[in-house]
């Protein structure tokens, strides 16, 4: 799969680069912790594990480099089950001057390519993220009240308490628990334009800006892809920065140190791209036909109490 991967980036004429998996900057996104050394012989400050190379791969790009893709090995602290382990590989690439309905497009022909076995393989089912909770549920996720959320998701007075008034999370859940399962398990379903709350590092839709131009990728249930038309503004990147970590107070959570090199770079000037991220071993869970990320790895992360 690897090979059939890196020769899907070779055919379209995108270069492979390596970037660091260590680093004195982590992510800000309240959702992903990053693993933290403390102390070291190397630093008088903590150092960081990459949770994706996503940083360092919009450098280069600031720095002139042409399309680009990587496959490393990443890490995220207290993932670990079924779906996740908390050291995975993580194919990541960004096209130059590339829309959003051209980068669901490569995304999907890497998956198929990855996925060969010779079958036909159905075109992906594409929605728009409003629609399908439209469709499913029946309520609207930009306007629908935190109760109704909850109401849709089934929520218990416990589950209720515990995420409170954030509304991105309930739309997480609602998501997760309710819609996903009803995705085709043969094909992909596309998810776009995602609430501008969850732009992530994504541009705002210049058509609609209360929509981000970020789209996700399942097959069944099961997330492959998660991508966007990237945000190339450096005080727009700056604020985002400067919620997360608001965020991640609120959620009583460390506040980690700005990327200073990313926002540099992205002053100087990033060009027009969009990016996607991947997971290799989800497609090869889809590959084996198993529900647990444990089957398709020979060394599995085991807790040690």
Known sequence: ????????????????????????????????????????????????????????????????????????????????GTRHQPEFSLIEWYRLNTSLGEIISDAAGLIHAALANGAAVPEPHCIEYVDCFRQTLDIDPLTASIDGLANAADADSDLRRSIGENRDDWLDLVLATRIAPTFAKDRLTVLRHYPASQAALARLCPADPALADRFEIFMGDTELANGY?????????????????????????????????????????????????????????????????RNVISFSFEVVE
């Not at 990327?259 to 100087?268: N, P, Y």
């Not at 989800?282 to 198993?290: G, V």
Request: net charge negative.
């Open 229 to 293: 038309v990237e945000l190339t503004d450096a005080a727009e990147q700056l604020r985002r920065l400067r919620a997360d970590d608001a965020d991640r107070r609120r959620r009583g959570r460390r506040q980690r140190p700005h990327d200073e090199k990313l926002l540099a770079a992205l002053q100087s000037g990033l060009p027009e791209c969009a990016g996607v991220a991947v997971g290799f071993e989800r497609l090869q869970m889809i590959y084996d036909n198993t529900d647990d990320i």
């Open 1 to 80: 799969m690897l090979q059939r991967v890196r020769h899907y980036f070779e055919a379209a004429g995108v270069l492979e680069v390596d970037t660091p998996a260590l680093s004195p900057y982590a992510a800000s996104d309240p959702q992903i912790e990053s693993f933290e050394i403390p102390q070291s012989l190397l630093s008088s400050r903590a150092l960081y594990l990459h949770t994706s190379p996503e940083f360092c791969m919009k450098r280069l790009l600031a720095a002139g480099y042409p399309d680009i893709f990587s496959i490393s090995r990443v890490f995220r602290d207290g993932e670990s």
